[in-house]
């Protein structure tokens, strides 16, 4: 079965009220509740030209006009709906993050309507959303750069509020079967994010090896990451100080740092002759007392000035060239328990009881 199906050329379906659904843009039944929508702009297709890339280009100009619509939703966009809020209610959280739940409702519909007009049925759109990798999918679903979201809210009847004339009179309409009045470059878009989608909520991570063999500090040689991600995860290029890394005053050293090491840099604001120091003591779980601080430690290495300046290869595990390593585990073990009941400095907690 083709998640594509060609479109085949549908009968008209029988409906006296030829009332159509604001989502899909297909014909409604009689009875179903519609809302008035007052279009007081609409836009006149003039000519298409095409571009020197070969991209057809439509000149379109804004006219004036006052048309009321009247568009109610059909029963197969409701359930989509409806599968929207179910979904908005059970990532609350993430939904709260992306503003009002009723913009997140919108966006959630958007994205699964683009399912649903691509031909993804509704069994297969849940399982994205009930499996393994359920939160991925979800968020994917909505993210900007991945478009599917984006695209489904362009393709909906509703946005179509405007292009109603052309210049040969005909309404871009659709024959009143369900998503009938987009073009084949509407559908395209769609379709291009829903490839993304499939793509990035399959992708699993991989190790990422870092750009100059090694991370500058610990010298580790690769770190998780997802494939698109990249090298991206290794930060920014740095140009650190040799001495700082414990070196002779060699000048400056350039490489990068892992995201654990990044991070131990980050907390300590600035590079200066502690924060080797305090990403080794982080690595080996120093949780410091409020009042001490880090210590300055003497002679510490990073990789940079020893491993990668001798042989190059990256350390099997963090600090493994640092013979250091040992001594600052115990000592990390004992200072984060010193006085039973101090309290401790945590940077993702802030102050909590040192825990023996
Ligand atoms: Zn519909
Ligand atoms: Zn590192």
């Given at each position: 079965?083709?998640?594509?199906?060609?479109?085949?050329?549908?009968?008209?379906?029988?409906?006296?009220?030829?009332?159509?659904?604001?989502?899909?843009?297909?014909?409604?039944?009689?009875?179903?509740?519609?809302?008035?929508?007052?279009?007081?702009?609409?836009?006149?297709?003039?000519?298409?030209?095409?571009?020197?890339?070969?991209?057809?280009?439509?000149?379109?100009?804004?006219?004036?006009?006052?048309?009321?619509?009247?568009?109610?939703?059909?029963?197969?966009?409701?359930?989509?709906?409806?599968?929207?809020?179910?979904?908005v209610?059970?990532h609350e959280v993430f939904a709260l993050r992306l503003?009002?739940l009723?913009?997140a409702e919108?966006?959630f519909?958007?994205?699964?309507?683009?399912?649903?007009?691509?031909?993804?049925?509704?069994?297969?759109?849940?399982?994205?959303?009930?499996?393994?990798?359920?939160?991925?999918?979800?968020?994917?679903?909505?993210?900007?750069?991945?478009?599917?979201?984006?695209?489904?809210?362009?393709?909906?009847?509703?946005?179509?509020?405007?292009?109603?004339?052309?210049?040969?009179?005909?309404?871009?309409?659709?024959?009143?079967?369900?998503?009938?009045?987009?073009?084949?470059?509407?559908?395209?878009?769609?379709?291009?994010?829903?490839?993304?989608?499939?793509?990035?909520?399959?992708?699993?991570?991989?190790?990422?090896?870092?750009?100059?063999?090694?991370?500058?500090?610990?010298?580790?040689?690769?770190?998780?990451?997802?494939?698109?991600?990249?090298?991206?995860?290794?930060?920014?290029?740095?140009?650190?100080?040799?001495?700082?890394?414990?070196?002779?005053?060699?000048?400056?050293?350039?490489?990068?740092?892992?995201?654990?090491?990044?991070?131990?840099?980050?907390?300590?604001?600035?590079?200066?002759?502690?924060?080797?120091?305090?990403?080794?003591?982080?690595?080996?779980?120093?949780?410091?007392?409020?009042?001490?601080?880090?210590?300055?430690?003497?002679?510490?290495?990073?990789?940079?000035?020893?491993?990668?300046?001798?042989?190059?290869?990256?350390?099997?595990?963090?600090?493994?060239?640092?013979?250091?390593?040992?001594?600052?585990?115990?000592?990390?073990?004992?200072?984060?328990?010193?006085?039973?009941?101090?309290?401790?400095?945590?940077?993702?907690?802030?102050?909590?009881?040192?825990?023996?």
């Open positions: 079965m083709s998640l594509f199906p060609r479109r085949e050329p549908r009968s008209r379906p029988a409906s006296r009220s030829r009332r159509r659904c604001r989502d899909c843009g297909g014909f409604i039944e009689a009875r179903t509740p519609t809302t008035k929508y007052i279009s007081t702009q609409a836009e006149l297709l003039l000519d298409s030209e095409k571009a020197g890339n070969g991209d057809v280009r439509e000149v379109k100009s804004m006219v004036d006009a006052n048309r009321t619509f009247i568009l109610g939703q059909c029963a197969t966009c409701r359930a989509v709906a409806d599968r929207a809020k179910h979904l209610a059970e503003g009002t009723s913009y919108d966006l519909t958007s994205g699964l309507l683009a399912l649903d007009l691509l031909g993804v049925p509704a069994a297969t759109a849940d399982a994205a959303f009930t499996s393994a990798g359920a939160k991925k999918a979800v968020g994917l679903l909505v993210r900007g750069d991945v478009g599917l979201a984006h695209a489904g809210a362009d393709a909906r009847y509703l946005g179509r509020l405007y292009p109603i004339f052309t210049i040969r009179g005909q309404r871009q309409g659709g024959d009143g079967t369900r998503w009938s009045h987009l073009a084949s470059a509407e559908v395209d878009a769609v379709r291009e994010g829903y490839l993304a989608w499939q793509k990035l909520r399959v992708e699993r991570t991989q190790p990422i090896p870092a750009p100059e063999g090694g991370c500058m500090f610990c010298g580790i040689g690769a770190v998780m990451g997802l494939a698109s991600q990249g090298a991206s995860i290794w930060g920014n290029e740095r140009k650190i100080d040799s001495r700082t890394l414990g070196g002779p005053g060699l000048g400056t050293i350039t490489g990068h740092l892992c995201p654990v090491c990044r991070k131990s840099v980050e907390m300590a604001g600035a590079f200066g002759a502690q924060t080797l120091t305090r990403a080794l003591l982080d690595y080996v779980g120093y949780k410091r007392n409020v009042w001490a601080g880090y210590p300055e430690a003497e002679g510490l290495q990073a990789w940079a000035v020893t491993r990668r300046g001798r042989d190059g290869m990256a350390n099997p595990t963090p600090w493994a060239h640092e013979k250091a390593l040992a001594e600052a585990r115990r000592w990390a073990a004992s200072a984060s328990k010193t006085a039973p009941g101090a309290l401790v400095w945590d940077d993702e907690h802030g102050a909590r009881p040192a825990v023996a």
